[in-house]
């Protein structure tokens, strides 16, 4: 229910300031199996099916290694302003990874995509006041095998696109609730 559009457009106002209130769904069934399918998805991203983009294979394993921050590519519309082609991420100035589907950009947590999340916080960055450097190339699970870095990328890619795809397939949560008669809530 809480991914439900028309819920989350309704109450949002609401929701900024206070717990959600949930509906009586008429149609409890499809949003119980829409919600075990994005548990099992969200609690298995980890070992997801990585989703299959464009990234060259080189021999060196350097070339998957962030060395600053990762970005978008910039492309010029029709009057030429520069704008992100969301299509394609630069890991850093040698790794593309191409083929991104616009679906990975509509699901957001708190404003961002799982893409701007990693964008944002997998970065080199030193602590001005300690000199700690917070270098993600020595997190564990890529340390020795930096092409996991390409791999987490590509599963948030699955994680997003499908997350859409089962929120996309929700039917309306409030009509069918209100049409029952009665308050449609539980507090």
């Known amino acids: 229910m809480l991914h439900a559009p028309d819920w989350r457009t309704r109450y949002a106002h ?23 399918a ?7 991203y980890e070992t997801c099916e990585p989703w299959p983009l464009t990234v060259t294979e080189p021999d060196d394993p350097d070339f998957y290694r962030i060395d600053g921050r990762m970005r978008w590519d910039r492309t010029r519309n029709s009057d030429r302003k520069l704008v992100d082609n969301r299509s394609v991420l630069h890991v850093n100035s040698r790794c593309r990874i191409e ?25 080199m960055t030193t602590d001005k006041a300690s000199g700690i450097t917070n270098d993600p190339n020595r997190w564990h699970e890529w340390a020795n095998q930096p092409h996991n870095l390409i791999v987490h990328l590509q599963r948030l890619v699955r994680v997003s696109v499908e997350t859409q795809r089962i929120i996309s397939r929700l039917p309306a949560a409030l009509a069918e609730a209100s049409q029952r008669g009665g308050s449609p809530m539980v507090v």
Request: overall charge negative; cysteine-free; proline content about 7%.
């Open 14 to 36: 609401d929701l900024r300031k206070g717990l959600p209130r949930i509906p009586f769904a008429a149609d409890f069934g499809t949003f119980r199996d829409a919600g075990q």
């Open 38 to 44: 994005l548990i099992d998805l969200h609690l298995g």
């Open 99 to 123: 083929g991104i589907p616009d679906e990975a950009h509509l699901y957001n947590v708190n404003g961002k995509t799982p893409l701007e999340w990693a964008i944002d916080r997998l970065r």
